[in-house]
């Protein structure tokens, strides 16, 4: 499969064509490459930390990094950080190092500019904007030089601890609900659902 019948698939499992989606998959394909990893199938290879954060435009650029990847929520080796940013580490279990990748906007004036934003910024839902405007605006990114509208960074060493899927369950100390043991916290002598702990997060 080549790098633009991704960004197809991209689309199709997104639901629609727009720009965000497109530098997301551009930026996970990257990451694999810097990282000399494949798509992931399972949950034990990669993780991944994607800055979207909620109720903003352009999250798009997650489902974009997900179908990339192979990081997805399902499989659970997805989080956000919740910064509002679109951007991307992703992490290499095995060998436990990480890139991070950032949208670099050097062209986003352009994008910006497209008859396909300007009907978005009129209301128009992306769902009934001619495709052909819409590719329009993706390609401004596609086929731009990388370096114009993605920041790569170093590769480097990026402790991870797995806490695998055998042991993925305990029950909360106050509620007895099973709560996966990565987001237990301790409290004086007992491990506590997040709700139960009084903690934020
Ligand atoms: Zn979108
Ligand atoms: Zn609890």
């Given at each position: 499969?080549?790098?633009?019948?991704?960004l197809k698939k991209t689309?199709?499992?997104?639901?629609?064509?727009?720009?965000?989606?497109?530098?997301?998959?551009?930026?996970?394909?990257?990451?694999?490459?810097?990282?000399?990893?494949?798509?992931?199938?399972?949950?034990?290879?990669?993780?991944?930390?994607?800055?979207?954060?909620?109720?903003?435009?352009?999250?798009?650029?997650?489902?974009?990094?997900?179908?990339?990847?192979?990081?997805?929520?399902?499989?659970?080796?997805?989080?956000?950080?919740?910064?509002?940013k679109l951007a991307m580490?992703?992490?290499?279990?095995?060998?436990?190092?990480?890139?991070?990748?950032?949208?670099?906007?050097?062209?986003?004036?352009?994008?910006?500019?497209?008859?396909?934003?300007?009907?978005?910024?009129?209301?128009?839902?992306?769902?009934?904007?001619?495709?052909?405007?819409?590719?329009?605006?993706?390609?401004?990114?596609?086929?731009?030089?990388?370096?114009?509208?993605?920041?790569?960074?170093?590769?480097?060493?990026?402790?991870?601890?797995?806490?695998?899927?055998?042991?993925?369950?305990?029950?909360?100390?106050?509620?007895?609900?099973?709560?996966?043991?990565?987001?237990?916290?301790?409290?004086?002598?007992?491990?506590?659902?997040?709700?139960?702990?009084?903690?934020?997060?």
């Amino acid at each position: 499969m080549n790098d633009k019948e991704i960004l197809k698939k991209t689309f199709n499992f997104h639901g629609h064509i727009c720009w965000a989606s497109a530098i997301g998959t551009r930026a996970g394909l990257v990451a694999l490459r810097e990282l000399d990893v494949k798509r992931t199938g399972v949950s034990g290879e990669l993780h991944c930390i994607v800055e979207i954060g909620d109720h903003h435009g352009a999250q798009c650029f997650a489902d974009g990094v997900q179908y990339s990847t192979g990081c997805t929520l399902g499989k659970a080796n997805i989080e956000k950080a919740g910064w509002g940013k679109l951007a991307m580490t992703l992490i290499d279990k095995k060998n436990q190092k990480a890139v991070r990748v950032s949208y670099n906007p050097g062209r986003h004036k352009l994008v910006a500019g497209s008859s396909f934003m300007k009907k978005r910024g009129d209301g128009v839902p992306p769902d009934q904007i001619p495709p052909e405007e819409a590719w329009e605006m993706v390609n401004i990114l596609w086929d731009a030089p990388e370096s114009e509208v993605l920041s790569i960074g170093e590769v480097e060493p990026y402790p991870y601890e797995d806490f695998g899927e055998i042991m993925g369950l305990k029950p909360c100390g106050i509620c007895g609900e099973m709560t996966s043991v990565a987001y237990l916290r301790v409290v004086g002598e007992k491990h506590m659902c997040i709700p139960c702990s009084g903690y934020e997060h």
